[in-house]
């Protein structure tokens, strides 16, 4: 860190909090236990924006800001949980719910999900759209993990930290629209990839669509809070 | 290479054509092309040899009214004849230094009348793979204007004195974007052409890449020299080969001519440009989404800021315009910023191209100064709708824009106004309707667009746009309740709100300005089952009898 670190002052749901030049809202918020949900961000992954359930009002702004990459500014007055927001979080959970196949019940991480939890914090009670229930296949071809791509939100988490942590870019996204998937090296069976085995990627995805062949249900929390540790032990040395 | 020796190519080139009485230009366009227009410019060719005179035929870029083609122009008279055919070839050259071909000849005169032509002033006139003949049209007189005359930070407050805004769609002042630029650090910069049009019935892009390519070039150095660049793209999208092509060509004959590459003109100046190709996804004409796909990696966009003037390709600061924005670049240097801010309103200045199709007799490229009323665009312009149909709205912007009603219809084209009434300017296509279309079809045919065009990297767009089609479809095979339409509206909002792109953000203009205009057309579908211009096919209520 520099000598001459600039510290700015803004407003985050009424409390005055500071910050440094440079850092996102959510980081500032959450240093500040003022909790703004999120799917695709993880600590410790470069961050995409992609989820759109961290968006925040700006006053003055009719834009919405995704608060994991817009970074802070002096003044700024920064609202997380007006009705707007929560209404469009909660459609966004909907799109999630019926576009591939969630069916909580008989999912591996049930009760250790990420999607499953915020649907209940934001008080999903019911999914109004219509179900896609899409036809869609499940690899487990690797001698140790499975992906279902059913239980798959396409956060990329998996793609970022295998390329990002792990170096060994595995996973990448084929396709586009309603149409893109998780895939393997070039679109190969996972067992058969240049995958490392490390299970960063299992670790990390916040649903049901990649775990452990070994483990079930209430066996199955995942550990996604190694990836800042890992870096600062990596940057330490 | 000196304003001297541009000047010695230019009088060579108009004495050569001096040399011939006749000039028969031919339209070589797509639209002219796929009716024969090679053939009918080999038939002149040889009915010119055949005759004696001494004709010169010229191949040319779009010449505007595409219904009438093929088109061929016989200069000095400036007669136009439409719907020529190879055999009628003879007919025409015969006619030169005597009567005209009555039966051929267009009366497009009310058409043309209105227009303005800064960008499309060569289309017709050049043969757009000879550098000579863009030279001889004042070609690359801006540039070395530009480069011995002017400070890099004069070109920028020309560019800003004129008014020029973004071409692309977004109308972002093009001054302000080329001054951040400038101010931006570092050493590296880069020019970037975003010639991915992609919009259904937009092709002006296309024609002004084909048609007079050189003048896109011309605009990216004057660029490169205005904000420290030394680097450009031209981004286009593959499905565009003769653009390619003429391109390519154009870039080549370029820097034979020693007006791309390093020391441009005896400066320290240097520019070269590359061509990139597209691979077919609409999102890439989004800037984040074309820099990746510029960067090799998969072509979708990234949250701004930061923005591309700060931080664009491989990280470098990067001016992104479109190819109708550089195509202005020229004439604007050349005859100064008062001059182009003469013209337009008083937010939007300049002339504006127009892709003018659909249910319109004159289908075709138009050119008019901004501010022009819709409805002379599509009355005196366009000939109004044909087939005594009645005009029902006009579409514009593309998937992005919005459907604006006959009563509205004295709107006059500018940013703001189109912005206003639920309609964006867009990069320019102009989609007539009549009675006989479906508003609801319509939207759902531009939703369809936006759903397979999604590039799935954010939730509403990629999911919202698959389940607002699916609700309009539904409306449109009468399966949907008013409970749909209330669906509908809230995922419109959450889309256009919450999206991550442009794209998404106004994948609902076209169900909103419909629902604004033509709710009763959605009434009509949803509660009586039917559809009032008998476009959807509405199976009637099968009566259960107890």
Redesign the interface.
């Known amino acids: 860190m520099s000598d001459n670190v600039e510290v700015k002052t803004l407003v985050i749901d009424g409390h005055e909090v500071s910050a440094r030049r440079g850092q996102t809202i959510l980081e500032v918020a959450r240093e500040n236990n003022i909790d703004i949900p999120t799917l695709c961000h993880l600590d410790g992954l470069s961050d995409?924006?992609?989820?759109?359930m961290c968006?925040v009002e700006i006053a003055g702004s009719n834009k919405?800001l995704?608060s994991c990459?817009?970074t802070v500014s002096e003044g700024m007055q920064v609202s997380t949980s007006s009705e707007?927001l929560q209404?469009?979080r909660r459609?966004?959970l909907e799109?999630?719910f019926?576009?591939r196949n969630h069916v909580c019940s008989v999912c591996v991480a049930n009760g250790h999900c990420e999607l499953q939890s915020l649907g209940q914090s934001q008080g999903l009670t019911h999914v109004?759209?219509?179900y896609?229930n899409p036809e869609l296949t499940v690899d487990a071809s690797h001698e140790r993990f499975t992906l279902d791509h059913n239980r798959c939100?396409?956060c990329t988490r998996c793609v970022r930290v295998c390329a990002e942590v792990e170096g060994a870019h595995v996973w990448?996204?084929m396709?586009?629209?309603?149409?893109?998937m998780i895939i393997s090296d070039l679109h190969e069976d996972w067992g058969s990839s240049s995958c490392t085995r490390c299970g960063k990627c299992v670790q990390v995805c916040p649903t049901g669509a990649l775990f452990d062949k070994s483990k079930v249900g209430a066996e199955h929390p995942k550990y996604p809070d190694f990836l800042p540790y890992l870096n600062l032990m990596r940057e330490a040395r | 290479m000196n304003l001297d020796e541009l000047e010695l190519i230019a009088r060579s080139v108009r004495q050569e054509n001096a040399a011939y009485d006749y000039e028969l230009n031919v339209c070589m366009d797509l639209a002219c092309a796929s009716q024969g227009a090679e053939m009918l410019r080999e038939a002149l060719i040889s009915a010119g040899d055949a005759s004696g005179k001494k004709v010169l035929v010229r191949r040319t870029g779009c010449m505007g009214p595409c219904s009438s083609g093929p088109l061929v122009r016989v200069d000095p008279d400036d007669t136009l004849y439409g719907h020529v055919h190879a055999d009628q070839a003879e007919k025409i050259v015969a006619s030169l230094g005597n009567e005209t071909v009555a039966e051929l000849q267009c009366d497009l005169n009310e058409h043309f009348d209105k227009q303005v032509r800064v960008v499309l002033e060569n289309a017709g006139h050049i043969d757009p793979e000879k550098i000579d003949d863009y030279i001889a049209r004042d070609g690359y007189k801006a540039l070395l204007t530009a480069l011995m005359e002017m400070t890099p930070s004069g070109v920028v407050h020309r560019i800003t004195e004129s008014g020029l805004r973004g071409r692309g769609g977004g109308g972002y002042p093009t001054g302000l974007k080329w001054g951040t630029v400038a101010k931006a650090g570092g050493d590296v910069k880069y020019i970037v052409c975003n010639g991915d049009e992609g919009d259904p019935g937009a092709f002006m892009d296309r024609s002004v890449m084909e048609g007079d390519p050189h003048r896109v070039i011309e605009g990216m150095a004057i660029a490169g020299y205005a904000v420290g660049a030394s680097k450009g793209f031209i981004y286009v999208r593959a499905e565009y080969p003769v653009a390619v092509a003429r391109l390519t060509t154009a870039l080549r004959e370029a820097r034979r001519r020693c007006l791309l590459g390093s020391n441009l003109c005896g400066t320290t100046f240097n520019f070269d440009v590359e061509i990139r190709l597209g691979a077919g996804?609409f999102?890439c004409g989004e800037e984040t989404a074309l820099i990746a796909s510029i960067e090799g990696k998969?072509g979708t966009p990234?949250?701004r800021?930061p923005y591309p003037a700060v931080s664009g390709l491989w990280g470098r600061p990067t001016l992104i315009n479109n190819v109708e924005t550089f195509a202005n670049i020229a004439p604007i240097v050349r005859n100064g910023g008062k001059w182009f801010a003469n013209m337009g309103s008083e937010r939007s200045k300049g002339t504006k191209v127009f892709a003018l199709t659909g249910k319109i007799k004159n289908t075709g490229l138009v050119e008019v100064p901004m501010g022009i009323k819709l409805r002379e665009i599509i009355e005196v312009i366009g000939g109004s709708v044909p087939g005594g149909h009645t005009f029902k709205a006009v579409q514009t912007g593309g998937p992005s824009g919005g459907c604006i009603p006959a009563e509205m219809l004295d709107l006059g084209v500018s940013y703001d106004a189109l912005l206003k009434v639920g309609s964006i300017m867009g990069s320019g296509g102009m989609i007539v309707m009549d009675d006989t279309s479906c508003m609801v079809n319509v939207a759902r045919f531009f939703m369809e667009f936006c759903?397979?065009?999604?590039?799935?990297?954010?939730?509403?767009c990629?999911?919202?746009?698959?389940?607002m089609y699916?609700i309009l479809t539904r409306i449109c095979e009468g399966r949907a309740s008013m409970d749909d339409l209330e669906?509908l509206e809230?995922?419109c909002g959450?889309v256009k709100?919450?999206?991550?792109c442009g794209l998404g953000m106004t994948a609902p203009n076209p169900v909103l300005s419909t629902l604004k205009y033509f709710r009763n057309e959605y009434i009509e579908h949803i509660v009586h089952k039917r559809c009032p211009a008998g476009v959807c096919n509405i199976q009637a209520p099968v009566e259960v009898l107890a």
């Open positions: 995409v924006g992609a989820c759109r968006l919405l995704p990459v817009a707007r209404k469009h459609t966004i799109l999630l019926a576009e109004r759209l219509p896609c939100i396409l990448d996204v396709g586009r629209g309603i149409k893109s | 996804a999102v998969r990234k949250p800021p759903m397979t065009e999604s590039c799935g990297k954010c939730i509403p990629r999911a919202g746009t698959g389940q699916k669906l809230e995922l959450t709100e919450t999206s991550l």
